[in-house]
T-cell receptor, first 113, second 114 residues
Framework: AQSVSQHNHHVILSEAASLELGCNYS??????LFWYVQYPGQHLQLLLK??????LVKGIKGFEAEFIKSKFSFNLRKPSVQWSDTAEYFC???????????FGGGTRVLVKP | DTEVTQTPKHLVMGMTNKKSLKCEQH?????MYWYKQKAKKPPELMFV???????INESVPSRFSPECPNSSLLNLHLHALQPEDSALYLC?????????????FGPGTRLTVL
């Protein structure tokens, strides 16, 4: 079955540490890829997206993601996290007609001050 | 303005009640979506509307009835729900159904079914 996998369910790290969250998808062909973030008590917000072109995508708040087609991956990175990055992060894939987003299981990130 | 608003924020209802969730956007978007998010799970698509017409129904039980009365408004009518329907219901909108269009999410309505 087609799916989106986020291998880390929980990540705990200290401020200034680097963050990398994995995302793999099992769709073939052309895909559109997204990372959304859900801060505590807030709505889902788009961090960044990839449609085509440069596989290294820069988003808001210092986040970036790299699309590696051969590995079916779209990993999210941030060189130095802050306490305010504590949130749940969702990878999502859009392939089918109708703009249907399929989300990964999410990764809860806790940044300790 | 990139805001999608949802009312109410919280809703508690009994299994015999009829209630409605409301979603509104004023970004001129012509596609609107309902998602269901259970605790500690990702959002799951329920319905997609395009130009006020139902485009996708992800095999959602008939006790959930969507309605799109105009291009800015999306409702979800609830009737005879079960306790397992308790969840966060998210609304989203996008300019169109093009797969390159970003979906903007509302804050959700947290529904508890007793």
């Amino acid at each position: 079955a087609q799916s989106v996998s986020q291998h880390n369910h929980h990540v705990i790290l200290s401020e200034a540490a680097s963050l990398e969250l994995g995302c793999n998808y099992s769709y073939g062909g052309t895909v559109n890829l997204f990372w959304y973030v859900q801060y505590p008590g807030q709505h889902l917000q788009l961090l960044l997206k990839y449609f085509s072109g440069d596989p290294l995508v820069k988003g808001i708040k210092g986040f970036e993601a790299e699309f590696i087609k051969s590995k079916f991956s779209f990993n999210l990175r941030k060189p130095s996290v802050q306490w305010s990055d504590t949130a749940e992060y969702f990878c999502a894939v859009n392939k089918a007609a109708g703009n249907k987003l399929t989300f990964g299981g999410g990764t809860r990130v806790l940044v300790k001050p | 303005d990139t805001e999608v608003t949802q009312t109410p924020k919280h809703l508690v209802m009994g299994m015999t009640n009829k209630k409605s969730l409301k979603c509104e956007q004023h970004m001129g978007h012509r596609a609107m979506y309902w998602y269901k998010q259970k605790a500690k799970k990702p959002p799951e698509l329920m319905f997609v509307y395009s130009y006020e017409k139902l485009s996708i129904n992800e095999s959602v039980p008939s006790r959930f009835s969507p309605e799109c009365p105009n291009s800015s408004l999306l409702n979800l009518h609830l009737h005879a729900l079960q306790p397992e329907d308790s969840a966060l219901y998210l609304c989203a909108s996008s300019p169109s159904l093009a797969i390159t269009d970003t979906q903007y999410f509302g804050p959700g309505t947290r529904l508890t079914v007793l």
